[in-house]
């Protein structure tokens, strides 16, 4: 007998068919002896609805700032999960299965106070713990928690698979299963690459690289807790057959493990190729070229809680002016552009100007650390299809090029057909 957590998305739990679909899944695990306790995410698109109806309302008479209240757009971006919980209790219920729906509150699942993208803190795994013992399917509403206002509190978007992890490592889980509409983590998204590998293992640092890139197929902090934790963490598909041979096989089930490098024991270099779109790009031209302007100009941003990322520094050529060009998500160009003007006299640029629909490309693989190479051919393969580099990041196991929207789709697949990650 084992403990599992089985998370189920968006598109898994986008109808009633789907529901029932999901239900069957777990009876499998239940009708084995297992353990179980479920995170299910709302159906699919409902989250993007909530969002709009926020977005739609008015902001508060005389408020500062920009945005809206984020303890009210918690409150109703976090209803979707609620809703899904409860069907999914119904539907096992219904099945002869004990079954019993949770919030976030009710558990709790403790966060911070950081309303809209909150961390989780805490989880008391006790009262689970003891109805899992008991023969009760526990059906946990993902996305959300409560923070230290006791309030819904959510963990941004993608969040139910942290709060998967989260849930697995709590209640010390033999297992965490994340089910999507793909059956495992891909050499690149499949829905661009059709020539696409499954991966049968991925390393956590490359999976952290892969979600932290662009691969939303799991939230980044949900593999930072499964590394933490050891979070045993397969991504496989909801749409399969649950009683086809071997989908409840205990320890090999369908699907990617997130594992230790160890693990793996057929590394290549590159694992994979990842991309995000919506990139921004800043620059601030003829900047003075003296200590502290660097400060002057990253100080504020990181102030605003503004992500930078990519960073170009060009010297003019007298040596005295330079200028400074960085990424910035898309959707906090106008807050940069507003504090990086309120920073002018300190910095002292000539002018600021902005670019958008930009790509981030990225090329992930531990195996990097030990070959030289894999820079250059990557540089020179986008060079023979004509795509012009904007800027270049690396790390150990990494690297990222940026480069126009339009390029997107030819740079991942060339880049992917280069490392040899294409399906033979
Ligand atoms: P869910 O609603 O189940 O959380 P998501 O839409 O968040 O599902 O994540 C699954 C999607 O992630 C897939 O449909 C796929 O298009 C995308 N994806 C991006 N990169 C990868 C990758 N490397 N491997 C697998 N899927 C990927
Ligand atoms: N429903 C939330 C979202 O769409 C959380 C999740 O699906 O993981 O972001
Ligand atoms: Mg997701």
Redesign the pocket.
């Known amino acids: 007998m084992a403990r599992i957590v089985m998370k189920?998305?968006?598109?898994?739990v986008a109808d009633l068919d789907r529901i029932h679909n999901v239900a069957r899944h777990v009876k499998r695990e239940v009708d084995a002896g297992h353990e179980v306790a479920v995170v299910v995410?709302a159906m699919?698109g409902k989250t993007n609805e909530l969002v709009g109806w926020v977005h739609g309302m008015p902001k508060a008479t005389g408020a500062s700032s920009p945005f809206y209240d984020a303890r009210e757009y918690d409150t109703i971006v976090a209803s979707g999960e609620q809703v899904t919980s409860g069907l999914l209790a119904i539907a096992l219920q219904s099945m002869g299965i004990n079954a019993r729906s949770w919030q976030g509150w009710q558990i709790p699942i403790k966060t911070d106070n950081a309303h809209g993208a909150a961390r989780i803190l805490d989880i008391n795994g006790e009262e689970i713990i003891r109805r899992m013992g008991e023969g009760q399917v526990a059906v946990v509403a993902g996305f959300q928690g409560i923070g230290p206002d006791n309030r819904v509190a959510t963990l941004g978007r993608?969040g139910?698979?942290t709060s998967a992890v989260a849930i697995a490592a709590a209640v010390k889980a033999d297992r965490c299963d994340i089910?999507?509409?793909?059956d495992?983590?891909?050499?690149?998204?499949?829905?661009i690459e059709p020539k696409?590998r499954r991966l049968k293992k991925i390393a956590f640092e490359e999976m952290l690289e892969?979600a932290s890139l662009g691969?939303?197929?799991l939230q980044v902090r949900s593999v930072e807790l499964a590394m933490v934790h050891k979070v045993r963490t397969f991504v496989r598909s909801s749409f399969e057959d649950p009683d086809a041979p071997g989908m409840g096989d205990l320890l090999n089930p369908p699907g990617t493990l997130i594992c230790d490098e160890e693990e793996i024991v057929e590394q290549e270099v590159v694992t994979?190729i990842?991309y995000a779109k919506d990139e921004a790009q800043i620059s601030l031209r003829r900047v003075a070229d003296r200590p502290g302007v660097s400060a002057a100009i990253f100080g504020p941003l990181a102030e605003a809680h503004i992500n930078v990322d990519m960073i170009v520094q060009n010297i003019s050529e007298d040596g005295s002016k330079t200028d400074m060009t960085f990424t910035v998500p898309y959707g906090d160009v106008e807050k940069s552009l507003k504090v990086l003007e309120g920073a002018k006299e300190k910095v002292g640029f000539d002018v600021i100007q902005h670019e958008t629909g930009l790509v981030k490309v990225s090329v992930i693989g531990i195996g990097m650390r030990s070959h030289a190479g894999v820079a250059a051919s990557a540089f020179r393969a986008l060079a023979d299809k004509g795509i012009n580099i904007k800027a270049i990041t690396t790390s150990e196991i990494k690297i990222s090029i940026l480069i126009d929207g339009p390029y997107a789709e030819l740079a991942v697949r060339t880049l992917h057909s280069v490392y040899g990650l294409d399906k033979k």
């Open positions: 189920f998305g968006g598109t898994s995410s699919s993608g139910s698979d089910y999507t509409d793909v495992g983590v891909y050499t690149t998204d499949p829905r696409a892969m691969a939303k197929v994979g990842a």
